[in-house]
DNA sequence: AGTCTTTCTTAAGATATCTTAATTTTTAGG
DNA sequence: CCTAAAAATTAAGATATCTTAAGAAAGACT
């Protein structure tokens, strides 16, 4: 799992091995069978969780109480509620596995430390957080330009591994759609 | 002008007065006339813009060669094409100059040299970038939860410098609706 | 294998939003 | 001030998407 992280680091800025053995040494491993819930609505995240291995989602209850999803997140990617994480506000979104999912959690406190320490770091999270401002950006102008159904062929087609692990009902949402209008969507498609 | 950058800076982490001059000294003042273009269409977004004064809008235009406004900038806000300034690569979209308008620019290349020099700016950034992906975040649930008619209240309601300075038929691109339907929404809210 | 739960599909009617095109109002430049 | 250009409004018809409700299919657990 060390090997994973360093390989994961070392894609942004190169750390010396005792630098991501002093990093590593702060996250704290854990597991999560599928639907359980790493976080949940008014409670404060407490942590970004790196996902060695699984699938989460990251979603709200609207008016209605139906679920919206915002986020998905495999393998290899972070994932947390980035505005109660942040700022250590109560979180007004869930965080759930939708797999048996492993994590590398790196607590709020512990980050700052490691940022006095490491400026390294700092800058990793510097060009990770520019990375996600860039996607979701995209996303928006994505989610703008084009109808459903190409939002779906997008989905398909940008995000070969989703579409099996992830229910279609699931995607649905992620595509700010019913599960309904998607199904007609598929049978027209064909 | 370097007084307003030394209190803008300061919000975000404590700088010396040297650290101040020696940043502001590789920022380039430029004005632009109402209408007029900070970048265009695939050329390279070489800065990234912080507003002195004025109002900027950065859109695309879509395929049916209508502009689809994705952001406003005003006074103390920065703006870019994040894509085509951190990447380095042709841009898809356009800024421009909604008011007469000054902004000091900072060049990529003179950006990455005081990273190196300055770890409190690397610091800085990494914060304003957080506070830009949150903001972008909270926009997206936004337009999923809501209907023309709210995003209009909300963005009259939290933004409320914008709508006295921005034309309606540019709030409505901004709100993805059409001019002709934001017409009839504030009509209706008589 | 059998039952319970979850997920997916189908269809009809309702609604939000867009398109087009014409008209009115406001703003900017000589 | 006057006129041309820009911006905002109005209305009718078209379309995308949602709502509700019911049934079919697939998956999970004994």
New interface residues.
């Given amino acids: 799992m060390k090997e994973q992280i360093k390989t994961y680091f070392n894609r942004y800025v190169t750390f010396e091995d005792s630098e991501i053995d002093a990093i590593y040494s702060k996250l704290e491993e854990k597991t999560f069978r599928k639907k359980e819930f790493l976080l949940t609505e008014n409670s404060i995240c407490r942590y970004n969780f790196f996902i060695v291995k699984g699938v989460v989602r990251l979603f709200?209850l609207?008016?209605k109480g139906h679920e919206?999803i915002?986020q998905f997140a495999i393998d290899n990617w972070w994932i947390t509620h980035?505005?109660s994480f942040?700022?250590q506000i109560p979180s007004t979104q869930y965080l759930q596995a939708i797999e048996d999912t492993t994590v590398l959690c790196l607590s709020k406190s512990n980050l700052e430390t490691l940022?006095k320490t490491y400026?390294k770091l700092?800058?990793m999270?510097?060009l990770i957080?520019?990375n996600?401002?860039?996607a979701?950006?995209?996303?928006?102008?994505i989610y703008?330009?084009m109808k459903s159904k190409e939002r779906y062929s997008f989905f398909v087609e940008k995000l070969p591994g989703f579409a099996q692990r992830v229910p279609q009902y699931m995607i649905a949402s992620y595509l700010?759609i019913t599960p309904e209008y998607l199904s007609e969507l598929r049978r027209q498609r064909i």
Same sequence: chains 1, 2.
């Fill in positions: 709200y609207d008016a919206k915002t980035m505005e942040i700022q940022y400026p700092e800058r999270f510097r957080t520019e996600m401002l860039i979701n950006l995209r996303k928006s102008d703008l330009q700010e």
